[in-house]
Nanobody
Framework: QVQLVESGGGLVQPGGSLRLSCAVSGIIFRIYSMGWYRQAPGKQRELVATITSGGIPNVADSVKGRFTISRDNAKNTVYLQMNSLKPEDTAVYYC????????WGQGTQVTVSS
């Protein structure tokens, strides 16, 4: 059973930063790519960033230069560092292992507002 537990969300002012964490269990974490996704109210869930098992990151154009994805295989954890946050980044953020598409965590709410 794949389990994913996201944390680190909250309320932040525009221009602020947050670091999200996703603790993963039930899989051999180090051999799988991981991804961060988000879903804003009334919108479809979208891919934000991915990182390969070898640590190669890729981020969506909408967050390029502001968000960084990383992983710690010793801790079975994937991170999303979010800087220069904008109101349009407000969403519930989820992590997922793409090879296990049916498994999602509960998500963590990020609200960017003054």
């Amino acid at each position: 059973q794949v389990q994913l537990v996201e944390s680190g969300g909250g309320l932040v002012q525009p221009g602020g930063s947050l670091r999200l964490s996703c603790a993963v269990s039930g899989i051999i974490f180090r051999i799988y790519s991981m991804g961060w996704y988000r879903q804003a109210p009334g919108k479809q869930r979208e891919l934000v960033a991915t990182i390969t098992s070898g640590g190669i990151p890729n981020v969506a154009d909408s967050v390029k230069g502001r968000f960084t994805i990383s992983r710690d295989n010793a801790k079975n954890t994937v991170y999303l560092q979010m800087n220069s946050l904008k109101p349009e980044d407000t969403a519930v953020y989820y992590c997922r292992a793409p090879m296990f598409p049916n498994y999602w965590g509960q998500g963590t709410q990020v609200t960017v507002s003054s």
